[in-house]
């Protein structure tokens, strides 16, 4: 069977931004990586469509487009749960289909959103129905298709502003590998140009951050780019590294 | 070149009753493991040897033999520093001798204590001397025989109290294949003889713990036995897990 | 007038794994224990059933009467609420329901979950609920039966992998006296048959805890059994001990 | 054998603004009480004194005859260690004072500093001092007059600006019946007369919310007076109130 | 354009004992401040009037008044939602409401409530929907009236029992210039009478604190009036002072 | 009277690194800048000298003088402690030089390190130092050239890995006007060349944190430089903003 990736944003940027090098290196190793985007950043991330004069459904299909074609440069599927943003509301339909979702995939590993996120309200609210919906799927009495689900460990991935956030780095991915890919997936966001230099920069950022804590054995150069992640269960193991 | 795991605790009981697993799991590997234990514990981990009447030479004598013992066991090399226990305290010889040990050894795994402990101040005060001796011996400008080290990632054991230790699990560490090992470590403390049972059962709860918090590709069974740890940097990684 | 400690739960198993000790102690002094019961646990924590093939309302049966039966063991009222859980989520009647039994009770001490637990959403929201409805029985503009309470104290009990939870022990309660009420009411829960040892442990555990930290004048044996609780407001007392 | 309460302070004015109701409490039921005074706080809590002119043994002189004055009036004897204020530093005769201290009185309860406060140095000093002085004197491997301690618990008494400290009271005791020997104490404190409105009016604060927390039993009337302190260890008890 | 201060306030008590000296400050430089007050704090906050025996009607109309002719008192201009208190719960409404109310006076600063609050859960729930209405309102996906918002910085104001909140002073803000405007401010909250001492208490206290906090420019004296605030964002500034 | 900000840093670089903008921008207003330097940072912070064969004088007096010339770029005064680096430690000699420059400078701003920081000891060495200084200095009855000091605030510039020293920006520094200086005094750091691009970076993403969170008032453009600090006390103000 193969491992899966499941990443649950809040809206299509996120899994770009945040996510983009740890999905291409997932597919890159021949795994399957599915994207849950809960809704289409239509209010909250689309400022520069508004402001060209676009109606709600233009902004919608227009940040369907770019998040179905962004999914597919990383190698990666993409489900749209088309739950509005700003504020994202928790509905019975949005959880049951989280719990669907990850009753249907069986993920091995899960990215998400970090718990807390002062300039974004959709952010931890994506987390926290994500976390929910997982205990849920995990219950034999709770109803949905399939098997229930093991206890897949959790990612969060970095927000915007981490130190408000109380993001503090567990996990450096090292995802030089597919720097290339998640650049161009960084190029397909037209609605969010002023991020490709902040987020270009955060890889290197960590890149260096992460050469400056691989101990001997991974001995990670200088030009490193990674990802940061936050972990929400302890990490279980059968090596020290 | 070897792995090599550089164990520095406070006392001798320390290595066995919280990182026996560690230690004797890294040396099932084929890898290096070497522990710096600073002291005898004679004051602060030896009080049935008083009672019995020992003096102070014949309590380090006894302890000495104890910790070389359970060292043997486990296929470890132990250094005693021999720097006085209850209270440890920081003398330019034992900073200069523990930089001197991560030289010599050049460790890809450093375990040592966690940064606090109510209940016994030679813990914190290990962890500290052997935080800032690893900083130190990555310095050119610091002398000391060797070259200098890389920066290996440090795991702190659990303390005995965990919680008013503000110890949280960040690793469990499945030790299943090397339980035995450390029974048999544990069985040679005789002057403990109390924390037995103690640490038998904690293998057995964390073990729990990490069965619960295995995802489905480790999907370790129920009575799986395990050490945790607390990570003091971030981990580096090529890979989410 | 008669003390009384009302224990609000989220499922039938956590008043007897987390607070059978505490319960069983009040009752031997001659006290009121009242448990609030939110659901009956029938899709979070009756796995065994439902993969025995039982329907919804023959789990229900099954865990209500398993937990009238250990609620009369310990000597304790028991009312169901059966919200439904998996997820518990807030109705007025489940609330203006709470506020209604802390006005007919009158408690002078209050057993709930604690504020966090990633491992079972319920849990946290429980804790939230019980909290809320406190509060809002204490004020006399709000409806409900007899008169306002005043404002008993709140102890939250433990959960089931405390380090995750930001679970800290500020309490330990001696419930050596009582052990065997609990270990029998433990017994009835056939449904989680796996936890029995777990909580046998953790009453040992907790018990040498409590035996370490005691101070001379308590001076508990290291066989005490004992149970933890967090406060959710200062201590309010007479004399320091 | 009778309790006694022993309190541990860097300065003198400490024991009476922070502490002075709980050794007159303990005192008004017959125990015992003894307060450890590090230093005259000469340096650090005489500005007064040196605007008058005053020479460092003047200074000494005037805080020793107050403190000891103070004492009488709460009932307690008191010991000075004259280790120099402002800063107090670490000595191993200032250390091996402490734990002859803690074997010869055999304390049941302790009361200290908190463990931090940017605004003195030498409170978080005294704080860790104190409590390494108590593990110590708890091992039977280290030297001293009479037999090793138990456990007695530990309160840090509230610094003068709390949550700058990270001070939380945990406890808050009720002092309403030895509120005239409080302030008698604070009133022979003539170097600074400036805290007496101050601490009336802490008194008075902490005594109301004693009274707001106070469950149905104790039932606290609001002009309770009352202290806070912050636990360093779980409490041990037979009773949840 | 002028300056203009914000103010979400659950009951019409807060405003006047948590922020009266900041509102009254604003308006004494010739700023605009708005008070957007969620309820009457009919349930909450008014049981005098309830123990008097009026009715609902009776008491909204009562607080109604008192918080009008507080505002005016202050200089400011008052809004009420009347939301429905204890407990206050999200609707469409209230949200939308808000929103609204910061596209229209468009804020230079915002006031309102600390995140957590174990004795009013109304504060925390204020507190939330406050900054939520506040990131909706920068949106221009988000309708409303106006323009979009932006990015105000937001204090919370002084928890009646600040340690058990969480609330730690990030700012003291000197208001002895308005301090007879907050005093005459008060005396209008018939309803609580037994806070007046309490929190004229508080200002001299905070004032003090302001004092021995304020650096050689500032250079404050000890009788200073003063409130405490927590900062939600980063300060920007031009200069440290 | 000039105001003075004073600058304790425990190596040359970390003035410039951290602190440049708020030095140039100080001395840009007329008021002057003193730093004091505890060491030359001729072991932990000059591995680039030492791979080239200079010998510990040559070390030391290449990183003073360059620390000499970029102190005079920003327009500062600069002390020297030689109090030898990693690792720092405490002597009467050092202590006392540092409540003397406090009292001979009279500051009313201090810079220094942040508390915490696992990668270098120095720095929170540095900062405790320098607190404890602080403190010390403004005792009448501590020894010292001229007048004791007030309360001056104090700000703890960024360290290199923040998340991992638990810094979080209270204030952000627009530092645009002077960042030309920060540049040139950057490059002046010959022995650390591999930092010039992180921190340029840094500036820039610290601008746009800033600019993000600069409230309609200040308006600050996205393409702001900034420095980001953490406060050790409350800041004390007459105007919310």
């Known amino acids: 069977m193969t491992d899966t990736t499941l990443v649950l944003t809040a809206h299509p940027g996120d899994f770009v931004w945040r996510a983009a090098g740890a999905i291409a290196l997932a597919v890159s190793r021949g795994q399957r990586a599915v994207i849950g985007c809960m809704s289409f950043g239509e209010r909250g991330e689309s400022a520069s469509l508004w402001r060209k004069g676009y109606n709600l459904e233009q902004v919608k299909a227009t940040r369907r487009e770019e998040a179905a074609h ?21 509905t019975p339909e949005l959880l049951q289909g989280l719990i669907d979702l990850y009753r249907e995939v069986q993920p091995t590993v899960v990215l998400t959103h970090a718990p807390a996120d002062p300039y974004n309200g959709d952010h931890p609210f994506a987390h926290h129905i994500a976390l929910k919906a997982r205990v849920l799927a995990q ?29 503090v780095p567990d996990v450096l991915l090292d995802i030089t590998d597919v720097w290339d890919r998640k650049r161009e997936a960084m190029q397909i966001l037209a609605a969010q140009k002023h991020l490709h230099t902040y987020y ?11 050469a400056r804590n691989s101990g001997p054995n991974l001995g990670l150069p200088n030009d490193t780019k990674a990802e940061a992640f936050m972990r929400m269960y302890p990490q279980v193991t059968r090596e020290l590294s």
Chains 1, 2, 3, 4, 5, 6 share one sequence.
């Open 70 to 90: 962004a999914a597919k440069v990383l190698g990666a599927e993409i489900r749209f749960f088309d739950a509005n943003d700003y504020p994202l509301v928790e």
């Open 139 to 167: 219950a034999p009495g709770v109803e949905g298709p399939g098997e229930v689900i093991g206890a897949p460990p959790v990612f969060c991935f970095e927000p915007h502003q981490p130190e408000q956030c109380g993001f």
């Open 200 to 210: 270009t920069d955060l890889g290197a950022r960590r890149g260096l951050q992460a």
